[in-house]
C-alpha cells in the first residue's frame, strides 16, 4: 500500500494526489508530518516547513520531492500512458516539470506566501506571467504540453496556472492557455484534489 505524507493544499503534494487519482492508485493518505527513521530522511524533513512536502511510502520505499514521486509513480505504474516510453517524448514532459521547478515557481511562491510590499507584488505578478507565456505557444496546435493527449507535463504547471487564474493580477490573453486549464478543469482527480471544496473562487470566468 502507498502512503502519502504533506498537507493537502501544498502544491508539490497536490501534484502527487493528482497523479496518483489519474493514474487509479489506491493509497492512504496519512498526515501532514511523517516520522520516519533514515536519517538522510529525517535531515531533509527537518529542513523543510512541517507538512510542506510530499513523502511517499510504498511498502517501505521512502520518496520525497513532488516531482521525483510524480515520475516513478507514472514510470511504474502509468507506462504508456502518464509517462511515454519513447525517450524523446519524455524528455518533453521533463523539460516542462523542471521548467515549473527552475522559472514559474520563483514568482508563484512569494505571492502566495511572502509578505510582498505593492512593489515587490507587481514585480513577481509580471514575472509570472512571462514565466508561464512560454505555454502559450507550446499549446496552440497541441491540447496538452507534451501532446494530444495528458501527461504527468501537465500536472505541475496546472497547479501553478489554477493558481494563477485565481490571483487577483493583471494576466495578458492567453486563450491556448485559457482552453487548456479548462481541459484540466474538466479532469476528476483534479477536481477531487486541486480545487478545495467549497473555495468560492472556483467558480471564477476566465477570459
Known sequence: MIKIWGGKSVANVQKVLWCLGEIGLEFEYAGAV?????????RYLASKAPGSVPVMDEDGFILWEGNAIVRYLARKYSAGVLWPTDARHAADIERWMDYQLSTVREHIHPILRADLTKEQFEHH????????????????????????????ADIPLGINVYRWFILDVDRPHVPNITAWYQRLRQRSAFRAHIIPPGSPKVELKVE
Open 34 to 42: 511523517g516520522s520516519f527513521t533514515s536519517p538522510p530522511d529525517q
Open 125 to 152: 505578478a509580471r514575472s509570472l506571467a512571462a514565466a508561464l507565456d512560454p505555454l502559450e505557444p507550446a499549446l496552440a496546435h497541441r491540447p496538452y504540453l507534451a501532446g494530444d493527449d495528458f501527461t504527468v
